[in-house]
């Protein structure tokens, strides 16, 4: 079993920075892509940053310049650094990784979610 667990949300002030932590533990062979995506109240959940097995990244334009995504693949785990905060940012972020792994002794690839993590940008 794998499970994915989120930490680092929270209040914020505007212009502040936060800093998102996912972390994969179980039966992990491999991780390949890993990536953060949020949703805001009323709105659909979009993409925010993705990184590779390769360690390519992307960014939504609305980030690009004020987050950078990074893992460590010792660890398992995916960060996310959040600078210049802006009301607009507020959402639940949710990680999500595509996991190398192993179900009744059969190596498979599976894409797990975080249980989200809630980021609040207010003054």
């Known amino acids: 079993q794998v499970q994915l667990v989120e930490s680092g949300g929270g209040l914020v002030q505007p212009g502040g920075s936060l800093r998102l932590s996912c972390a994969a533990s179980?039966?992990?062979?491999?991780?390949?892509?890993m990536g953060w995506y949020r949703q805001a109240p009323g709105k659909q959940r979009e993409l925010v940053a993705t990184?590779?097995?390769?360690?390519?990244?992307n960014y939504v334009d609305s980030v690009k310049g004020r987050f950078t995504i990074s893992r460590d693949n010792a660890k398992n785990t995916v960060y996310l650094q959040m600078n210049s905060l802006k009301p607009e940012d507020t959402a639940v972020y949710y990680c999500?990784?595509?996991?190398?792994?192993?179900?009744?002794?059969?190596?498979?690839?599976?894409?797990?979610w975080g249980q989200g993590t809630q980021v609040t940008v207010s003054s």
């Open positions: 179980g039966r992990i062979l491999k991780i390949n892509a």
């Open positions: 990184t590779t097995g390769g360690g390519s990244t």
């Open positions: 999500n990784a595509d996991v190398v792994t192993v179900v009744v002794e059969t190596i498979t690839e599976r894409e797990y």
